[in-house]
């Protein structure tokens, strides 16, 4: 709030004032501070809906402390979009089914999270072979996902769950990203969603790194079965994880640490996998990492398109009565283009038909043989 105080050229008690509650800006002050920071002024009047349920982030390092208030500003917005949305179309059912069956997070060992791992797709009917595009599969079960910049390597996605809706929402991070990362960190915040549902902000921040753990191992579960994968992999070395890679699209770091915690290889032949990966330049970038562009959310991109195109709401009364944001973030959040609210859709022009064309019916025309070669 000092950083804002200065900016507008404010005093830092008065602004201070604003954010406990103990006064509100004159109308023409609230006109000012919303053009300084890009809002309508009904953004301060919209309902706060907080959740006693915390945002799932990789790390609470205090040194992340702006990143992390972005981060759950943003992910804020894409709860408030969605609802929003939803006021007009009917989005994909949630469809997680209750794996935890009144367990705790605390009971669960990893022979539960392969278990769930192996019951989340029978439920969903994937098989247990690579589930494809993770993004589009979260989507139509229920998931909302955005994808936006993060703007710090320490924090690749983040998972809560809506107090408006009670709906799931993943935000994934857009910069220094793959098709294979992006996999793993979408089935990372699924993970949450499902196991650490009900934890609280005083247990995520005392068992953080057990919390994590989880995630990760039922991500990975998740993405290479204990029933095929290993199978698959009677051999291991780096080159027959380069031919995985392509087929089950995960990553080969992920697939070396999978095979270590299924005990397929011990613990000092993955470090010295490890280090042949480093070697080869495989920490900045892996085999294929170009060839597959990660997965992009379209159920709210193609929600707004399917309200506008069908003259439910025009552009410019979705800003004016739905979103108090800026256009811009909305965009952003949605995966709709730069500058879409602002396009209007191109008139349709039809010609005129010719007078003297037959109508009626099909048109007629003249049929032209071309002599045979040869």
Same mark, same amino acid.
């Given at each position: 709030? /000092? +950083? ?8 830092? *008690? @008065?602004?201070? =004032?604003?954010?406990?509650?103990? !006064? &509100? ?25 907080? /959740? +006693? ?8 390092? *205090? @040194?992340?402390? =702006?990143?992390?208030?972005?981060? !759950? &500003? ?26 935890? +069956? ?12 392969? =278990? ?259």
């Amino acid at each position: 709030m /000092s +950083a804002l105080a200065r900016a507008m050229s404010l005093n830092p *008690s @008065t602004v201070s =004032r604003w954010e406990d509650g103990g !006064s &509100a800006p004159d109308p023409e002050m609230l006109t000012r501070l919303a053009a300084f920071l890009g809002v309508r002024p009904e953004f301060f009047f919209r309902p706060e809906h907080v /959740s +006693a349920r915390p945002m799932f982030l990789r790390s609470l390092s *205090s @040194t992340l402390v =702006r990143d992390l208030q972005y981060q !759950s &500003a943003q992910m804020r917005w894409l709860q408030e979009i969605s609802h929003a949305v939803e006021h007009y179309v009917d989005l994909p059912a949630v469809d997680i089914p209750d794996v935890m +069956a009144g367990a705790s997070y605390h009971q669960l060992r990893d022979e539960d999270l392969e =278990r769930i791992a192996l019951d989340l797709r029978r439920h969903w009917r994937l098989g247990d072979g690579p589930c494809g595009d993770m993004v589009p599969l979260l989507e139509r079960f229920g998931f909302i996902v955005g994808v936006i910049e993060m703007g710090t390597v320490k924090l690749d996605g983040l998972c809560s769950w809506s107090p408006i809706d009670d709906r799931p929402h993943i935000l994934l991070a857009s910069d220094k990203m793959s098709f294979a990362r992006r996999q793993m960190d979408a089935a990372h915040e699924m993970a949450h969603a499902i196991l650490h549902r009900n934890v609280t902000e005083e247990q995520l921040k005392r068992d953080l790194k057990l919390i994590e753990t989880q995630a990760f191992r039922l991500a990975s579960a998740f993405l290479l079965p204990s029933t095929t994968y290993p199978v698959e992999m009677r051999f291991p070395s780096l080159a027959t994880m380069v031919t995985a890679k392509e087929r089950w699209r995960v990553s080969i770091k992920a697939q070396i640490k999978r095979l270590a915690d299924l005990d397929v290889i011990p613990g000092d032949f993955a470090t010295h996998l490890y280090k042949l990966y480093s070697a080869k330049g495989w920490t900045k970038e892996e085999p294929f990492d170009r060839q597959w562009a990660p997965g992009e959310p379209r159920v709210l991109r193609d929600a707004l398109h399917l309200i506008v195109d069908e003259g439910v709401r025009s552009k410019s009364d979705l800003l004016a009565l739905e979103f108090t944001i800026p256009a811009g973030d909305v965009e952003n959040l949605t995966g709709l283009p730069p500058g879409w609210f602002t396009h209007e859709a191109a008139t349709v022009v039809r010609l005129k038909p010719n007078p003297g064309q037959a109508s009626g019916g099909a048109e007629t025309g003249e049929v032209i043989s071309f002599p045979r070669k040869g």
